[in-house]
């Protein structure tokens, strides 16, 4: 089921509408609701690996509940990696397997060994990749003495099936969600209301700006040839702010939807093309991800407390990591390489940590919120191409500076209206965030006027697009 589908605007006010007046005050009966609505959820779109989720859910619940009786550090090793080994399994099958098979059998074509191996006629199921290291954050807080494992089968798997977040994130720690579900929950008119002004933004940002930037995105990318260098360069920006208002937008809409039911969900985003260099995007980008593999990969391989060379191969291993983590292909390695090899030199020269603090924003910020901005989208080109060549075409193309014809985008009245439509939009949404960027806030507070203005804007210029599956879903 879609955020931005006419049955999740049905879905939505009717579990509402039953949790807060026919369940309110009765806490295990809200967890239900919650759970039977995040299957429901989930079995909107293929019914067949809800059996995933719940063969993960009792896993990890059983394996908790024998971490928390174990008396013996083997004994304790031994079912930390049990979950470790079958949940990355399950995700290795399903994403990976194809892939290792496909590159092992070019590895060996390439020295004129003809190989058949047989590959998985299977689909990736939705946010597989999500659930699967939110489980595992609680098997190992467990193992860390940092969780006490939970008693109850309905709230560990209402924690993990939970709808808002279920398939895109942000993904969450169980020291954090897991225990709102055992704490009697009040509504709040003043939190209810942020929750739905969160979701209009979010459905701004993904229906005004992610799915109408894909109109053009889609055909500058399939057919990189028969465009200019700067409409290539355009394609590219076009690019960061689909992914951008696509991702960002979908984080925005689950954390205002937990809200509407009394939850409270991290932060996964906090304005990144307004950071200063790539180690402030990394901040400020997919927080929830950079953040798990921080203290779940990071830190325990030695973190920044080792000598420089072994921080250098630690930072190379969680961008490698993070990037293999949205896909299997290997564009997404060399997007995650790219990362890490841009970080290097600030950790080198320990300039990581400069804008740490909330500093005020100089105008001597613009030149590096512009060149980092730059280089984010040069490493979106290999994220967004097919293949690695076709990546690395389409930016020799672009500096190549063959041509600054912009005849793409106004080769037509409608082509004309249609771009500054997305212009306008862009400008719009930057200008709303900028403001919040000043006040060192991580999301955009809009008051009645505004949101009205921008329930008008998703209206009309919604209109110009086709619904469109989150791009994050295939991760």
Not at 286 to 294: A, E, G, N, P, Y
Request: proline share 2%; glycine share 6%.
């Amino acid at each position: 089921m879609l955020f931005n589908s006419l049955s999740f605007f049905i879905f939505l006010p009717t579990v509402f509408m039953l949790y807060w007046f026919v369940f309110k005050g009765k806490l295990k009966a809200q967890n239900g609701l919650i759970l039977i609505a995040s299957y429901v959820f989930y079995a909107w779109w293929d019914w067949r690996f809800l059996s995933l989720i719940i063969f993960s859910t009792l896993l990890d619940y059983t394996l908790g509940l024998a971490l928390g009786k174990s008396t013996s550090k083997q004994r304790s090793k031994t079912l930390l990696w049990t979950s470790l080994i079958v949940n990355l399994g399950f995700l290795g099958v399903f994403k990976y397997y194809n892939f290792f098979v496909d590159s092992w059998v070019e590895a060996f074509a390439g020295l004129g060994i003809n190989m058949e191996v047989s590959t998985l006629s299977i689909i990736l199921p939705v946010g597989i990749s999500f659930y699967t290291f939110q489980t595992l954050s609680y098997t190992i807080d467990v193992y860390r003495e940092q969780l006490k494992p939970t008693q109850s089968l309905l709230n560990f798997a209402a924690y993990v099936a939970f709808f808002p977040q279920l398939v895109a994130g942000p993904i969450e720690r169980a020291t954090r969600l897991l225990p709102q579900f055992s704490k009697q929950r009040v509504f709040n008119y003043k939190v209810a209301t942020s929750g739905v002004y969160l979701i209009i933004w979010g459905l701004f940002k993904k229906v005004v700006i992610a799915d109408n930037c894909a109109f053009f995105v889609n055909q500058i990318f399939d057919q990189t040839q028969a465009y200019s260098s700067l409409e290539l360069a355009l394609g590219a920006v076009l690019f960061a702010f689909q992914i951008y208002g696509d991702f960002s937008g979908y984080s925005d809409i689950a954390i205002g939807t937990a809200r509407l039911f009394g939850f409270q969900l991290m932060t996964n985003f906090a304005f990144p093309y307004f950071s200063r260099d790539i180690a402030e995007f990394w901040r400020r980008w997919h927080i929830s991800l950079s953040t798990w593999f921080r203290d779940y990969v990071y830190i325990p391989l030695g973190g920044s407390r080792v000598r420089k060379t072994l921080q250098v191969r630690n930072v190379m291993i969680i961008f490698l990591v993070s990037g293999f983590w949205h896909g299997a292909n290997w564009t997404f390695l060399v997007w995650g390489a790219l990362h890490g090899l841009f970080f290097l030199p600030l950790l080198l020269f320990n300039l990581n940590r400069k804008y740490l603090s909330e500093d005020a924003l100089r105008i001597r910020h613009l030149l590096k919120i512009g060149l980092t901005f730059g280089i984010v989208c040069l490493a979106w080109v290999f994220f967004r191409a097919d293949t690695i060549t076709e990546a690395i075409q389409f930016i020799v193309q672009v500096f190549e500076f063959n041509s600054t014809s912009l005849n793409f985008f106004i080769n037509s009245s409608k082509y004309i209206l249609f771009s500054a439509i997305i212009g306008f939009s862009v400008l719009l949404m930057l200008y709303f965030e900028f403001r919040a960027f000043r006040k060192h806030r991580v999301e955009v507070h809009l008051q009645p006027y505004s949101a009205a203005f921008i329930i008008a804007c998703i209206v009309v210029m919604g209109a110009f697009k086709n619904q469109a599956d989150f791009i994050y879903f295939q991760f």
